[in-house]
């Protein structure tokens, strides 16, 4: 599993609130990601890091905000939760310098 | 930037026999191509890769086969066998710009049929 670990695994929350998500990497790598995986979607891309402090943008990143302060914590914010937002939330990394990426276990978010 | 279409949505095969899933990809400058697997409820797995040097690779039932000229690349899943039901995956992306992320296809659901 590379170890990854995602939390919460699980959450469902109210439209309009604060969310924030967690992925917790203990191997040391440089670059992380989050995607949302929705039906007929497929996985996009948020938001990635290639360092402390070193993030940009992906595809779908309008109402989300990361921070990485931490080589092992890669944080996704939600400033203002919205409906549109209920997805399955994945974070990934690559390994050494090589590109294969690994996916960590999810997290569920309903917004209502 | 990249874009990655998947076919077919839906592929439904005889336990045993053989099952393609094909992907096109936009973006020139991709040269890695993975595969995922993915079970209800589970993370996506990789399963296979395959870059741009290379036309085909195989590991034990599973073939992934490139065509740079037309862009495209293709899953082969021989002698399916019934945990091979799952949501499979392709994407691109470039080696170097691996911090770019990768582009995923929609995704293919393979049902095998006992």
């Known amino acids: 599993d590379a170890g990854i670990t995602q939390s919460p695994r699980h959450k469902v929350t109210e439209t309009g609130t604060p969310v924030t998500l967690r992925c917790h990497q203990t191997?040391?790598?440089?670059?992380m990601y989050w995607y949302r995986q929705d039906p007929g979607h497929g996985l996009r891309l948020i938001h990635y890091?290639?360092?402390?402090?070193?993030?940009d943008k992906g595809e779908v990143s309008d109402g989300y905000s990361v921070s990485r302060s931490k080589t092992e914590d890669f944080l996704l914010t939600l400033e203002s939760a919205t409906s549109s937002q209920t997805s399955v939330y994945f974070c990934?990394?690559?390994?050494?310098?090589?590109?294969?990426?690994?996916f960590g276990p999810g997290t569920r978010l309903t917004v209502t | 930037g990249e874009n990655v279409e998947q076919h077919p949505s839906t592929l439904s095969v005889q336990e045993g026999d053989s099952a393609v899933i094909k992907c096109t990809y936009s973006?020139?400058?991709?040269?890695?191509f993975p595969w995922y697997k993915q079970e209800l409820g589970k993370r996506p797995q990789l399963i296979i890769d395959?870059?741009?040097?290379?036309g085909e690779k195989k590991d034990q039932r599973i073939a992934v086969t490139l065509n740079k000229t037309a862009k495209h690349f293709s899953l082969h899943i021989t002698e399916t066998q019934p945990e091979d039901s799952a949501v499979y995956f392709c994407?691109?992306?470039?080696?170097?710009?691996?911090?770019?992320?990768?582009?995923f296809g929609k995704g293919t659901h393979l049902i095998i049929q006992p």
């Open positions: 990934a990394i690559t390994v050494a310098e090589g590109i294969e990426q690994y």
């Open positions: 191997e040391n790598h440089r670059y």
């Open positions: 890091s290639y360092g402390v402090k070193d993030t």
């Open positions: 973006d020139s400058a991709s040269n890695y």
């Open positions: 395959i870059r741009s040097n290379v």
């Open positions: 994407a691109a992306g470039a080696s170097g710009g691996g911090a770019d992320g990768l582009t």
